[in-house]
């Protein structure tokens, strides 16, 4: 059964097609946008004005996903091609921004930022953050998620047939559970599923429920599957990563570009549409907001009441599994 289409949210583009640098006001907040002819998929000629763009489009549909988070923000100032790096520490940064305080081990201070608006997820896109990175966790409950999260991740020796199986085999194990999961391609090579937790349980409860899921699939899919944590012991085989399932953790949120070519987006997908044929260049820069403005938010109900791990487990566990 398919999700109730909500009102669509219509926009016009926010940045026009001239000049490197233009002045906006997001929400009451103004920000300079620089380098807007920076082009960021070479191949296909996709600047950064266009992510921005993109960005601003889809805005009140990724939100949701990304408010309250904090961010471990993946930059690529030159697009793709160019050198990318992890920006962790937004202590610089205009006062209306939101920050989350956190030490290091070795005892200094930095802050993670936290969007809390469209301006927020702007200004991680002029930054050059093509991938928008949340936590599981919001900073009003941060120790515990809101979601159960398993990323199937293909080796280069397996093929995109057996992450489609492997995603099906999850599915009817979730049912066997009574259990809804939600699916999106990665936007990357594979595809991540969501369970709703409502934020009512620990990291440590949240990642003892996906091993259980990721070690049945396995049980079911022992040729091309593994759930070894380090790469050398899984001899090529698919990644079932359960260990996504910690603080601090972070996939590409519902809705994020990816710095891959084709600019591809990590799409929430209907379960009927995981099988033969599909194929995670089908959506991109050029066509998701068109798809979620047609179809709505069918990614929502993650961030529901959430499952009851309680009772789940105990059915799991008078079942003989542990």
Known sequence: MQTPRPRSVTRSRL?????????????????????????FWPTEGFTKRDMINYYYEIAPYILPYLKNRPQSLNRYPNGIAGKSFYHKDLTVAPGWVKKFPYTTSEGENKNFMVPTNEAGI?????????????????????GHP???????????????????????????????????????????????????????????????????????????????TSIERLTKNRKGKLYIDYLQNRPKATLAAAYSLRPKPGATVSMPLYWDEIKK??????????????????????????????????????NINSSGDS
């Open 146 to 224: 809101d979601w159960c999260c398993l990323d199937l991740d293909p080796d280069k020796n397996n093929t995109f047939e057996q992450v489609i199986q492997t995603a099906q085999v999850v599915k009817r194990i979730l049912d066997d559970f009574k259990i809804t999961g939600y699916p999106k391609t990665s936007g990357s090579t594979g595809i991540h599923i969501y369970i709703p937790l409502g934020a009512k349980y620990t990291y440590d409860e949240c990642q003892l429920f996906g091993k259980i899921i990721a070690r049945r699939v396995h049980e079911q899919l022992p040729a091309f």
């Open 277 to 314: 044929g599909l194929a995670l260049k089908n959506f991109t820069i050029l066509n998701a907001a068109k798809r979620v403005k047609k179809e709505g938010d069918i990614f929502k109900p993650v961030l529901g009441k959430g499952i009851d791990l309680e009772k789940v487990l105990k």
């Open 15 to 39: 940045l026009n097609s001239q000049g490197e640098t233009q002045v906006c006001k997001i929400g009451g907040h103004e920000i300079r946008f620089t380098n807007l002819s920076k082009v």
């Open 122 to 142: 702007l200004y991680m896109a002029n930054l050059g953050s093509i991938e928008m990175n949340p936590w599981n966790s919001t900073i009003n409950k941060p």
